[in-house]
């Protein structure tokens, strides 16, 4: 199931049939492989013609309620 959805998802971002990674799927391939503690939303949907579309949310609102763990201390 993880092999077909990275072909999805280097499908659905194009560049990556180019040899080109972008953004969106490193982060999934980071996820996959335990780098990143982000947890990606998706949602698939079946479509008339027997095919289905996966839904991805931005990334950006996952990382944004992501804890920073490089908070400077000001006690020195």
Same mark, same amino acid.
């Given at each position: =199931?993880?092999?077909?959805?990275?072909?999805?998802?280097?499908?659905?971002?194009?560049?990556?049939?180019?040899?080109?990674? *972008? $953004?969106?799927? =490193?982060?999934?391939?980071?996820?996959?492989?335990? $780098?990143?503690?982000?947890?990606?939303? %998706?949602?698939? *949907?079946?479509?008339?013609?027997?095919?289905? %579309?996966?839904?991805?949310?931005?990334?950006?609102? *996952? %990382?944004?309620?992501?804890?920073?763990?490089?908070?400077?201390?000001?006690?020195?």
């Amino acid at each position: =199931m993880l092999k077909h959805l990275i072909i999805i998802i280097l499908l659905l971002c194009g560049s990556g049939v180019r040899g080109q990674v *972008t $953004e969106p799927a =490193m982060l999934w391939l980071k996820v996959i492989r335990g $780098e990143r503690s982000y947890k990606f939303p %998706t949602a698939v *949907t079946a479509t008339p013609d027997g095919g289905f %579309t996966v839904s991805i949310q931005s990334a950006s609102a *996952t %990382t944004s309620r992501h804890p920073h763990h490089h908070k400077r201390q000001s006690g020195w």
